[in-house]
C-alpha cells in the first residue's frame, strides 16, 4: 500500500485511517498513540491513549489521574494490533519513557520517532533504529550549524564555574521533564556531591525519576523560607527556564545565570536571554546524528517535521532518498 494511505497529516496530528488512531495528536480524539510525556505532544482529553507504562505515568503527574478516559500500556518492543494495524513501541533516547513507533501494514512500515537523541543518556534509555520503507524524523536542529558537544564537556564548565566563583549561585534553566534529570545526573556522574537545590516545579518529575531507579543525588527545595542568600553561595540551582525571568531568581546572590539547550550553539540567543554560561545540551539529535539515524533506517523515503525541514529535506533528495516536510503545527521545543 502507499505509505500515504498508512499515516497522512490532518489537522488534529498524524492520522492512520486503517487504524483509526492518531500519533501525537494535538486535539482530543478518540484513540491516541503517544511517543512521550511532553506537553507538545502528549495532551490531556484523548478517549483512548496508548503509550509506555513511564509516559503514562508522566502524563497523570502531570495532567491528573483522569488525564484520558481509558489508556493502555505498550510494552517496549511488543508488536499490538489496532483495528489490524501492527504497532510497535521502541527506545528513543528522548526522555524517560520516550518511543519511537513503528506502524506496519500489509507491505509498508512507518517509523515515527516523534522527538529523539543519539547521545548516552543515564536518565533513559538509548535510542534503537528500526529498519522501515519511511521515516518520519523530527528536525529541531536540522541545520549544519547545530552540532552539540560532548554533555561531559559542557558539565564540566559548569562545575569549573562553581569553583572559580564560589560566592555565587549558579541558575541552570533545564525543562522539567527530561533535560532538568539529565543535567543533575550528568553533574553527579562528573563528581559534584554536594546538594543541589531544585524549584518547586522540578520537585514531583524528579522523584518519579528516583522511583524509576534513576538515582539524582541529594535535591533541596531552593527556597528562602530558612536562613538567606548566603546560604546558596557556590550552589548549582536547577529550575524551568521561565522561572529565571521573574522574581524568583533575584532572592540568590549575584547569580551566574545559565541555560542548557541546543539552542545555545547560537550566541546570539544566549544573549538575548541574558545568559552568562550556556550549556549546549539537548535532547534532541544534532544534524550529523540526523542524518546518520536516517542512513540507519534504510528508509528509502523521508518526512520530516517540526524543525528546520528545509536542509534535511534538501540533504535527502542530494543522497537519493525521498523526503518532504509534513507540516505538522503545535509541537514546540519543550524539551530542547
Not at 533513559?124 to 558537544?149: M, N, Q, Y
Request: negative net charge.
Amino acid at each position: 500500500m502507499r505509505a500515504k494511505d498508512l499515516l497522512h497529516p490532518r489537522p488534529e496530528g498524524l492520522y492512520c485511517p486503517p487504524g483509526d488512531f492518531f500519533i501525537d495528536p494535538v486535539r482530543p480524539v478518540d484513540r491516541a498513540l503517544i511517543t512521550h510525556g511532553h506537553s507538545d505532544h502528549a495532551r490531556s482529553g484523548h478517549a483512548h491513549v496508548m503509550a509506555t507504562d513511564q509516559t503514562l505515568q508522566i502524563m497523570a503527574l502531570r495532567y491528573g489521574e483522569n488525564f484520558a478516559g481509558a489508556t493502555q500500556v505498550a510494552k517496549l518492543g511488543e508488536v499490538i494490533e489496532v483495528n489490524g494495524v501492527k504497532v510497535s513501541f521502541h527506545p528513543a533516547g528522548h526522555v524517560l519513557g520516550s518511543a519511537q513507533i513503528l506502524v506496519e501494514h500489509k507491505d509498508c512500515r512507518i517509523v515515527a520517532s516523534g522527538d529523539y537523541k543519539r547521545r548516552a543518556d543515564p536518565t533513559c534509555l538509548s535510542f534503537t533504529p528500526i529498519s522501515c520503507d519511511v521515516f518520519i524524523t523530527e528536525a529541531t536542529f536540522g541545520l549544519p550549524v547545530f552540532r552539540h558537544p560532548p554533555d561531559t564537556e559542557e558539565v564540566a564548565r559548569l562545575i569549573k564555574s562553581t569553583e572559580q566563583f564560589p560566592e555565587r549561585a549558579h541558575l541552570v534553566g533545564a525543562y522539567a521533564l527530561g533535560k532538568a534529570q539529565r543535567v543533575i545526573r550528568l553533574v553527579r556522574d562528573a563528581g559534584y556531591d554536594r546538594p543541589i537545590y531544585i524549584h518547586g516545579a522540578l520537585a514531583k518529575l524528579s522523584r518519579f525519576y528516583e522511583e524509576q531507579g534513576v538515582a539524582l543525588g541529594e535535591l533541596l527545595p531552593a527556597t528562602l523560607e530558612k536562613g538567606n542568600k548566603g546560604d546558596f553561595a557556590g550552589a548549582i540551582v536547577v529550575g524551568p527556564p521561565s522561572a529565571f525571568a521573574d522574581r524568583w531568581a533575584r532572592r540568590f546572590p549575584d547569580p551566574v545565570a545559565s541555560f542548557a539547550s541546543g539552542w545555545m550553539r547560537i550566541r546570539q540567543r544566549a544573549k538575548q536571554r541574558g545568559v552568562e554560561l550556556p550549556l549546549i545540551i539537548s535532547d534532541h539529535s544534532d544534524w550529523d546524528e540526523l542524518i546518520e539515524t536516517i542512513a540507519e533506517t534504510g528508509a528509502s523515503e523521508v518526512w520530516v517535521t517540526h524543525g528546520r525541514e528545509e536542509a534535511l529535506v534538501r540533504w535527502c533528495e542530494i543522497n537519493g532518498i525521498r523526503a518532504q516536510p509534513l507540516h505538522l503545527v503545535g509541537y514546540e521545543d519543550e524539551g530542547d
